[in-house]
């Protein structure tokens, strides 16, 4: 008997994802022992807080070795419960029953899509978005829609651009503000309009508010501070990004208590629950408020600096688009003047860039967008000023180029 593997009508969708393929080859290169300026990985650089190590290592000793509770341990679901419950009046009534903890956020979303949506659903996806809200939407077997955002409002969605995406199958629609991949921030009145669209509308608002804390003009608006209800909506967040706990795989979500329950009944056949001692850690994280405050500060304080000096390099190329990020850690980049005619002008560019600069970026097809590319500038401050300069480098070159050829050719 022979066996000869054919992937399940499950995944027959699925891609690999674009981001990690990317860190993957600059991992390769530098294993070969080039230098690498990588500005591929969505991950920040920094350590995570002691105290938060040392909580996690003293529960361990002390035992934190075993099964826990599928929703997760209820210290912690209780402390995101407070943690939110400071968002302000419309999530006064939060508690743990509200809460279910998961291996980082991305399981969150998982979890929420799988539970919510099924075949024949549609469910709105901002473009550019993260990759995985994508596949994971196929996973659950609804079909994503992408809705484009216009240039002028930095690539954001408006309610006019969802009406007009819309169709009666609309079930849900993902809001995730700052944005992967281009660091635009959504303002309360923006992100007030698109939740009373889909509560009028009936949909299910997911709001991934992973990046929140990391803003740059004062703190960016949860969902929770603006929604005219939140029966219909989903917060998402986790320890990953601000407190640089991409590891410890911390998640949650914040929910309807229906929807709750059902996400937990799905998360104890599929993963049961996250590691017993990074959740003692992120109980650290989310109760020491004063010390994760400074923490957190001081990390968004160094993003700043290095946005800045990487938004000083591309002001040497006005003619060269991009976003300006009021939060996270992205540059979003239109390459294509400098591939005209290239329906793939990110990867192309990325490619030439990886191989012949040694700088790594994510090309922006993996977020549904081709003539981007992003570059994460969680990294020290002279690599984001070295990878940024090769970027306007080989731009102004292949844009030289291409215009040259163009001239030649008539
Ligand atoms: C928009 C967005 N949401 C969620 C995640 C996943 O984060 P976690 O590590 O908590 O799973 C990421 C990670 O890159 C992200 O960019």
Same mark, same amino acid.
């Given at each position: 008997?022979? %066996? /000869?593997?054919?992937?399940?009508?499950?995944?027959?969708?699925?891609?690999? @994802?674009?981001?990690?393929?990317?860190?993957?080859?600059?991992? =390769?290169?530098?294993?070969?022992? /080039?230098?690498?300026?990588?500005?591929?990985?969505?991950?920040?650089?920094?350590?995570?807080?002691? %105290?938060?190590?040392?909580?996690?290592?003293?529960?361990?000793? =002390?035992?934190?070795?075993?099964?826990?509770?599928?929703?997760?341990?209820?210290?912690?679901? $209780?402390?995101?419960?407070?943690?939110?419950?400071?968002?302000?009046?419309? &999530?006064?009534?939060?508690?743990?029953?509200?809460?279910?903890? @998961?291996?980082?956020?991305?399981?969150?979303?998982?979890?929420?899509?799988?539970?919510?949506?099924?075949?024949?659903? $549609?469910? *709105?996806?901002?473009?550019?978005?993260?990759?995985?809200?994508?596949?994971?939407?196929?996973?659950?077997?609804?079909?994503?829609?992408?809705?484009?955002?216009?240039?002028?409002?930095?690539?954001?969605?408006?309610?006019?651009?969802?009406?007009?995406?819309?169709?009666? /199958?609309?079930?849900?629609?993902?809001?995730? @503000?700052?944005?992967?991949?281009?660091?635009?921030?959504?303002?309360?009145? $923006?992100?007030?309009?698109?939740?009373?669209?889909?509560?009028?509308?009936?949909?299910?608002?997911?709001?991934?508010?992973?990046?929140?804390?990391?803003?740059?003009?004062?703190?960016?608006?949860?969902?929770?501070?603006?929604?005219?209800?939140?029966?219909?909506?989903?917060?998402?967040?986790?320890?990953?990004?601000?407190?640089?706990?991409?590891?410890?795989?911390?998640?949650?979500?914040?929910?309807?208590?229906?929807?709750?329950?059902?996400?937990?009944?799905?998360?104890?056949?599929?993963?049961?629950?996250?590691?017993?001692? &990074?959740?003692?850690?992120?109980?650290? &994280?989310?109760?020491?408020?004063?010390?994760?405050? /400074?923490?957190?500060?001081?990390?968004?304080?160094?993003?700043?600096?290095?946005?800045?000096?990487?938004?000083?390099?591309?002001?040497?190329?006005?003619?060269?688009?991009?976003?300006?990020?009021?939060?996270?850690?992205?540059?979003?980049?239109?390459?294509?003047?400098?591939?005209?005619?290239?329906?793939?002008?990110?990867?192309?560019?990325?490619?030439?860039?990886?191989?012949? *600069?040694?700088?790594?970026?994510?090309?922006?097809? =993996?977020?549904?967008?081709?003539?981007?590319?992003?570059?994460?500038?969680?990294?020290?401050?002279?690599?984001?000023?070295?990878?940024?300069?090769?970027?306007?480098?080989?731009?102004?070159?292949?844009?030289?180029?291409?215009?040259?050829? &163009?001239?030649?050719?008539?």
């Amino acid at each position: 008997m022979s %066996f /000869r593997y054919s992937p399940s009508e499950n995944i027959a969708l699925l891609r690999e @994802s674009a981001t990690i393929a990317v860190s993957q080859r600059a991992k =390769a290169l530098k294993a070969e022992g /080039r230098t690498i300026v990588d500005m591929g990985a969505g991950e920040p650089d920094f350590d995570t807080p002691l %105290f938060i190590r040392e909580a996690a290592a003293k529960a361990m000793h =002390a035992g934190a070795t075993r099964y826990t509770a599928t929703e997760g341990i209820l210290p912690l679901r $209780e402390a995101v419960a407070a943690y939110t419950r400071s968002y302000g009046p419309l &999530a006064a009534d939060v508690v743990a029953q509200d809460v279910v903890i @998961s291996n980082g956020s991305k399981q969150s979303i998982f979890n929420a899509c799988f539970v919510l949506f099924g075949p024949g659903d $549609e469910v *709105l996806v901002p473009t550019p978005s993260w990759t995985s809200y994508y596949e994971i939407v196929q996973l659950a077997r609804a079909t994503p829609v992408e809705v484009y955002g216009s240039r002028e409002r930095d690539l954001k969605v408006t309610v006019e651009d969802c009406e007009r995406a819309a169709t009666p /199958r609309t079930r849900g629609i993902m809001l995730n @503000s700052p944005c992967n991949p281009t660091g635009a921030v959504y303002s309360p009145d $923006e992100l007030r309009a698109l939740l009373e669209l889909a509560h009028r509308r009936g949909w299910w608002v997911l709001s991934d508010e992973i990046y929140r804390r990391i803003a740059y003009n004062g703190a960016a608006v949860s969902a929770l501070q603006v929604a005219p209800s939140r029966e219909n909506l989903i917060v998402i967040d986790g320890v990953a990004k601000a407190w640089a706990m991409t590891g410890w795989r911390v998640g949650w979500t914040v929910a309807p208590r229906e929807v709750t329950r059902a996400m937990t009944a799905f998360q104890s056949h599929a993963t049961f629950h996250t590691a017993a001692m &990074a959740q003692h850690g992120a109980v650290a &994280a989310l109760v020491n408020r004063d010390e994760a405050d /400074r923490a957190i500060s001081e990390m968004v304080a160094q993003y700043r600096t290095r946005r800045d000096a990487g938004l000083a390099v591309f002001a040497t190329a006005p003619d060269l688009p991009i976003v300006r990020p009021d939060g996270a850690f992205y540059f979003y980049v239109d390459v294509s003047a400098a591939c005209p005619g290239d329906p793939d002008a990110g990867t192309t560019f990325a490619k030439r860039l990886l191989e012949e *600069l040694g700088v790594a970026v994510v090309p922006g097809v =993996a977020f549904k967008t081709p003539d981007w590319i992003r570059l994460s500038y969680a990294s020290p401050e002279a690599d984001v000023v070295e990878g940024v300069r090769q970027v306007v480098a080989l731009w102004s070159r292949m844009r030289a180029a291409s215009g040259s050829l &163009a001239v030649a050719g008539g």
